[in-house]
């Protein structure tokens, strides 16, 4: 089973500020199957990247993915308020089942 | 656009059963394997089960092993859970979804196992 491995596990930053988010993962994500989440409070989570670097459809462009391997990020380059929330990765790669990472809390500094 | 709507949740006493049903649209159902997810109160994202796209393999977290059964029927675009002997541990909203092309999950539904 891959084990990913969220850091840091909160993130206080004010809006404007550049969010940096990382995944690590203990062996290496097959084919990039890599994707982030957002969750608000009461809500599901929101699908904002797949295949590591790719956008879900609709989400904005200060949203990006990258790595491969085993180490991977999410890069928010400008936060808006909207964007405080909780972001988790997950490997969907490695059958049979998925694994999720522990979450990144992104709070208003 | 895909669409997975969940259903079944409840409060149920601990001990007993429950199902949820997922319906599914947008995509060809058949097609793909299908996973519940969970997510407890205040927690993270947990992975439950997996069904192959034709319901000839299914695989399970350790967690729930031997009381939860995962089917589907492609005949009607829909992905069960069965529940059993539930536990206060697997209170939580449970998600269904799958990696069709990307991931696609549903809202969830909140299950209660409480006295």
């Known amino acids: 089973e891959i084990v990913l491995t969220q850091s840091p596990g909160t993130l206080s930053l004010s809006p404007g500020e550049r969010a940096t988010l990382s995944c690590r993962a203990s062996q290496s994500v097959s084919s990039s199957y890599l994707a982030w989440y957002q969750q608000k409070p009461g809500q599901a989570p929101r699908l904002l990247i797949y295949g590591a670097s790719s956008r879900a459809t609709g989400i904005p462009d200060r949203f990006s993915g990258s790595g491969s391997g085993t180490d991977f990020t999410l890069t928010i380059s400008r936060l808006e308020p909207e964007d405080f929330a909780v972001y988790y990765c997950?490997?969907?790669?490695?059958?049979?089942?998925?694994?999720f990472g522990g979450g990144t809390k992104v709070e208003i500094k | 656009q895909v669409q997975l709507v969940e259903s079944g949740g409840g409060v149920v006493q601990p001990g007993r059963s429950l199902r949820l049903s997922c319906a599914a649209s947008g995509f060809t159902f058949s097609s793909y394997g299908m996973h519940w997810v969970r997510q407890a109160p205040g927690k993270g994202l947990e992975w439950v089960a997996v069904?192959?796209?034709?319901?000839?393999?299914?695989y399970y977290a350790d967690s729930v092993k031997g009381r939860f059964t995962i089917s589907r029927d492609n005949s009607k675009n829909t992905l069960y859970l069965q529940m059993n002997s539930l536990r206060a541990e697997d209170t939580a909203v449970y998600y269904c979804?799958?990696?069709?092309?990307?991931?696609?999950w549903g809202q969830g539904t909140l299950v209660t196992v409480s006295s």
């Open positions: 979804g799958g990696i069709v092309v990307v991931p696609a």
């Open positions: 069904i192959w796209y034709d319901g000839s393999n299914k």
């Open positions: 997950q490997q969907y790669g490695s059958s049979p089942g998925l694994t």
